[in-house]
């Protein structure tokens, strides 16, 4: 249906989602009705669904808890809700506590939608095959990022290797992956064991501290299938590991891996910091203090029966693709008391999404890692999606969209008993958090409902 002269047009957004590309998409929409509010007059009904009843998504739950100024990017978040100027006379709202699990339930959004986000991330651990691996010699980095981070769960559940027991026999540990989140976790057990204070002071999990913190660690290494110069972690999270030693702890990388003739013209500013920074630091010495290594072109592929050593092929890069290594039949073998694997996330569902994106063509959305399949930092993910919502916001038409976008006017919540979190019912659990649990994330679901 056409619109009067000066009437605005209704439009319809729903964004699965409320992590970071699903509130940029967000804040980009306003930012962006806001800027051509004397053309094209939109009045843009906006709901932001998450399954969990706090939003933020990753940068909540994944970003290291000592990283607060990686978690600024939340302020801009909260300007959706909180600054008038910005969301003005358009609706948006929140609505936490509701998973999305049903074709039919986005079937009825995409009907009842101008556009649909999907934002909704990759939150699966992806597969490794490693022979003899069980919950109690491997743990999926996901797990342990979200015990450090309070990710919220059902408290009914009891995790052995949460346990002081547990961690009390881990000597040495072999993180599987070399990406930033690997770094993360190899800097948070460190500083666990030896600036407890320190890293006590940021919303950490405060339980995980005291575990590891008995721990008798001794060694980290952390294995990657490629070369030094195709690995993807970053030049600041590698700095940060290098800075372990102001507490003694030494990093070690064979030469042989960073020292030789690269076979590349003309190494990036990048890695050229990452060579420069190891040829600085890197040294094999013991002490009585923890050590980590970084080892390249290795593939594990077995744990022993006594889980004491991690069975390694050794890899050589492809000549005919750069970007992958091809196992050889040498084995290398590590000590071994405990994998943590982190090899990334995906999302199971994706092809399902795929369907509906081809289905719905200009209409159906993806955004942030969902759309890069478990890639990016948060400023990439921010440009991203900036810039495809951009294209979004330029090719809305001039119909004003006939169907309600209010809660009441679903019928897939008319069979749902959960109880839904508003953005004011969220203000309260923040002040919970913030005042009673004196600043650290509340990890526990039900403790969480029973604030509201
Ligand atoms: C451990 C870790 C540390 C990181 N550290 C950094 C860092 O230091 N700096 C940096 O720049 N980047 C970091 N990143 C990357 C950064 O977190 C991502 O770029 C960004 O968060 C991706 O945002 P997203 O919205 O696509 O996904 P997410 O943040 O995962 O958001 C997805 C949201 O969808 C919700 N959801 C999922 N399924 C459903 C469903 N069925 N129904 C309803 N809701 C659903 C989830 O609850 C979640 O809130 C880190 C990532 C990880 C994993």
Not at 193 to 209: A, C, G, R
Not at 307 to 329: F, G, H, Q, R
Not at 350 to 379: C, H, M
Request: proline fraction near 3%.
């Amino acid at each position: 249906m056409s619109v009067l002269k000066n009437q605005k047009v209704t439009k319809n957004i729903n964004i699965i989602g409320a992590g970071a590309s699903g509130m940029y998409t967000c804040f980009k929409l306003l930012q962006l009705n806001k800027l051509n509010a004397g053309e094209r007059q939109f009045k843009l009904n906006i709901n932001i669904w998450d399954k969990l009843p706090v939003p933020f998504g990753l940068v909540r739950n994944g970003v290291a808890p000592d990283h607060p100024e990686i978690k600024n990017c939340i302020d801009t978040f909260k300007e959706i809700f909180m600054d008038k100027s910005l969301y003005q006379d358009n609706n948006v709202k929140f609505v936490g506590n509701y998973n999305f699990t049903k074709m039919e339930e986005y079937e009825e959004l995409i009907a009842k939608s101008d556009l649909l986000y999907l934002a909704n991330g990759c939150e699966k651990s992806r597969d490794y095959q490693l022979e003899n691996s069980s919950n109690l010699n491997t743990l999926k980095a996901k797990d342990l990022v979200n015990w450090y981070n309070n990710y919220p769960e059902s408290k009914n559940i009891s995790q052995i290797w949460k346990s002081e027991e547990f961690w009390s026999k881990i000597k040495n540990i072999n993180i599987v992956g070399n990406g930033n989140v690997a770094f993360d976790i190899c800097r948070l057990l460190t500083m666990c064991k030896y600036d407890k204070e320190t890293i006590n002071k940021s919303d950490i999990n405060s339980d995980f501290v005291d575990v590891i913190n008995k721990a008798p660690l001794k060694k980290i290494n952390i294995i990657g299938r490629r070369d030094f110069e195709s690995a993807r972690f970053g030049t600041k999270e590698f700095r940060e590991l290098w800075g372990l030693n102001q507490y003694g702890v030494t990093g070690y990388i064979n030469p042989k891996y960073y020292d030789h003739d690269m076979n590349i013209k003309k190494p990036s500013r990048a890695l050229a910091k990452k060579i420069q920074l190891t040829k600085k630091h890197s040294t094999d010495v013991n002490n009585d203090k923890m050590k980590w290594e970084l080892k390249f072109l290795q593939s594990p592929f077995k744990i022993d029966d006594e889980v004491k050593k991690l069975y390694s092929k050794e890899n050589i890069m492809d000549v005919n693709n750069p970007s992958k290594a091809i196992s050889t039949d040498k084995i290398i073998e590590s000590d071994n008391d405990l994998v943590i694997l982190s090899i990334g996330t995906e999302n199971p569902h994706l092809k399902d999404y795929e369907q509906l994106i081809a289905k719905n063509p200009g209409k159906v959305k993806s955004v942030g890692w969902l759309r890069n399949k478990g890639f990016g930092t948060i400023a990439n993910t921010m440009l991203d999606t900036f810039d495809l919502v951009e294209r979004d916001y330029r090719n809305l038409d001039m119909s004003s969209n006939q169907h309600g976008n209010e809660l009441q006017d679903f019928d897939f919540l008319k069979i749902n008993d959960k109880r839904l979190v508003s953005w004011s019912d969220y203000e309260k659990i923040e002040q919970y958090e913030q005042h009673i649990k004196r600043g650290k994330k509340c990890d526990n679901l039900e403790e969480i409902m029973s604030v509201l």
